[in-house]
């Protein structure tokens, strides 16, 4: 088969590096007999008229009817009054052809666990958390800005009440209802644990091969107080963690959602019949039934039951693993060459739990063999920590402990002491670092031609010089300015004549660093690049090429021209198989940018390929 490709070609292309597991459909079951009960509204919320400027959740519907979309952002409106994140969180909802006796369902579109080094600041470093609430706890997008975090299906085949006065009549069941259970579902009431093949088991792997649970998991403890992922007790797979699943006598440790339900243990739905869709991740329908403050998140649903209000117990739930959160937020530091210079440390903390809570500063200056407190103000949202000097070389280890309002110790680093903050006090003899993405091409009638480089030092970076060559002749160093942050770029100009079509420019990046040793760092470490200088190619208006013979029409990064073993002639290929980074949510992108300038014409201009194939 031929390939073609006709008068313009730019292709980028990326895959995700990082593969992350699919949690199963958790549902909603309607019940065949009506309840006539109503759980009302978070106070307020019905006079609510405004739609604010950034709303929390933003919305994509698929064959929804104007009707149940405003249904369904009402439920959203409630769930906005009660939780709160510095994200959007993205929800895409389909109105679809679903089984009779399913109300709807929903699921996170995707899990987050820490990265290295914990960027994102999650309390526990050994579990997965839903993306909205990782994303919550990050502060920042973790998947791809316009992605779902959140899927919701809703059965069209129900007999609905679309309305949002909670007056759910006989025969039908509540749509504001069903939605706030269903994204109460995706937002935190879902774990991994599970029957398979007659055995429970759990656990999702992250990008190590270790497994791990999801958050909700790890607070599902028996009546004897014993956690069911404790693998000791309960291995995976067992027949013995298969019989706690179906025992009825399993609860959600959570001492905040104890302390809302009459400092009772919270109880779970676990029917001696496990129920896929259901087990594990609900509270018991017994325990709170229709008309109770607590009911929302029970596996069954009556007609004429409105329930719009997830309860004190499932927000104490929620606050638990993590919708309630504390952002330690220190600023940057550096390493100190002075022995004898005090080191202040600034630090930004903010908590979900309201009053700014007991913050302390840890540090010490043998490795915790022993260490001091600095206890932080209480008022404010920043404050400087001042560790005194420590008179000789040493590495001044430190980390944040704050206490909430309910109680919990946050640190960060979140292994504190096992993985400090660290302050080198003494000479420095740490190179900058330089980041650069080298040139390999340029034309002979350019002007000019920039150089950018992200250049950073433990200390400070003094400058940054491009030394060059053109041929054999090298040419005086060119200063590189700083532009915002580490970026730094330098300008060569060329005068007419200076480079024609053969010659090669070599180069390389040198940074100093503002230590009294001014440390340097070349970038290569050895040797130059070379960037090449070509003829420019004319401008067309007709470009073709089957890729069937090697070419030099394209400048070709991660993309090679050539026949692959099964294919039947030249092809565009990218490596096979596509190779991975090893790092979550960090891309390859291959380009393949024809060299020549296409001139677009006012009209019949187009671009045309035979195939794309991605295997
Ligand atoms: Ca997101
Ligand atoms: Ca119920
Ligand atoms: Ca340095």
């Known amino acids: 088969m031929k390939k073609y490709f006709f008068t313009l070609l730019l292709l980028f292309f990326s895959w995700r590096a990082w593969a992350i597991p699919f949690p199963d459909q958790v549902y909603c079951y309607g019940k065949d007999s009506n309840a006539h009960t109503f759980v009302s509204p978070p106070a307020g919320i019905n006079m609510l008229k405004y739609a604010k400027a950034n709303p929390l959740f933003v919305v994509t519907y698929h064959n929804f009817p104007d009707e149940a979309k405003v249904a369904f952002s009402y439920a959203l409106k ?18 679809y052809d679903g089984p009779a006796g399913v109300l709807g369902s929903a699921v996170p579109a995707e899990y987050r666990c820490a990265s290295k080094g914990n960027p994102e600041g999650f309390p526990d470093l050994y579990c997965y958390y839903a993306i909205a609430l990782a994303e919550k706890m990050a502060g920042k997008d973790l998947n791809s800005p316009l992605a779902a975090d959140i899927i919701v299906n809703m059965n069209k085949n129900i007999n609905w009440y679309l309305g949002t006065d909670g007056n759910c009549p006989a025969g039908c069941y509540d749509f504001v209802t069903v939605v706030l259970h269903e994204i109460c579902h995706a937002l935190a009431i879902n774990g991994s644990i599970k029957v398979e093949n007659g055995k429970g088991t759990w656990g999702a792997k992250g990008f190590s091969d270790k497994i791990l649970p999801l958050v909700w998991d790890k607070y599902v403890i028996n009546g004897s107080h014993q956690h069911l992922i404790d693998t000791l007790l309960f291995p995976v797979p067992s027949l013995s963690l298969y019989d706690q699943i179906v025992s009825g006598n399993i609860f959600f440790d959570s001492p905040i ?9 919270v109880r779970l739905y676990a029917p001696a019949t496990y129920d896929p869709g259901g087990s594990l991740f609900h509270l018991d329908e ?9 009911s929302l998140m029970t596996p069954f649903l ?36 002075d022995i004898h210079q005090d080191i202040a440390v600034s630090v930004t903390i903010e908590s979900d739990s309201g009053h700014y809570p007991a913050k302390r500063l840890v540090y010490s200056y043998d490795n915790f063999s022993s260490s001091h407190v600095l206890v932080m103000g209480e008022a404010g949202h920043k404050d400087t920590a001042v560790i005194p000097a420590p008179h000789q070389i040493a590495d001044v280890k430190f980390f944040f402990s704050v206490i909430d309002s309910f109680g919990r110790i946050y640190h960060l680093p979140v292994d504190s002491s096992l993985s400090p903050f660290v302050i080198h006090c003494g000479p420095d003899e740490v190179k900058p670092v330089i980041a650069h993405d080298s040139l390999t091409l340029i034309y002979e009638d350019v002007a000019s031609l920039q150089f950018n480089a992200v250049v950073t030092d433990n200390i400070a970076v003094d400058s940054v010089w491009l030394e060059y060559y053109i041929n054999t002749v090298r040419k005086p160093d060119v200063l590189f300015t700083l532009s915002t942050g580490s970026q730094y770029t330098a300008n060569v100009v060329f005068a007419t004549g200076d480079i024609k079509a ?12 503002k230590s009294s040793n001014k440390n340097v760092a070349w970038l290569p470490a050895s040797g130059y690049f070379v960037i090449r200088v070509e003829k420019r190619p004319p401008v067309v208006v007709t470009y073709k090429n089957n890729f069937d013979s090697a070419s030099n029409d394209f400048i070709l990064n991660g993309f090679y021209i050539g026949t692959f073993p099964g294919f039947p002639g030249g092809a565009l290929h990218s490596p096979h198989p596509y190779q991975s980074t090893g790092k979550p949510m960090v891309y390859r992108e291959y380009t393949a940018e024809l060299k020549n300038t296409i001139k677009i014409l006012p009209q019949g201009s187009f671009m045309a390929f035979d195939e794309i194939v991605l295997v």
């Open 257 to 265: 959602a104890i302390r809302y339900n009459g400092n009772t243990p």
């Open 78 to 95: 409630i769930w906005e009054s009660l939780i709160a994140s510095p994200v959007p969180i993205r929800v895409d909802a389909t109105w």
């Open 502 to 513: 053969g010659d090669s420019i070599r180069y390389r990046i040198r940074a100093v660093d």
């Open 286 to 294: 017994n325990t709170f039934p229709a008309g109770n403050i607590n």
């Open 302 to 337: 009556s007609m004429a039951e409105a329930i719009h209000h997830p309860g004190p117990v499932v927000l104490g739930i929620m606050a638990q693993i993590g919708w309630v959160h504390t952002y330690i937020t220190p600023d940057s530091f550096k390493d100190i060459e």
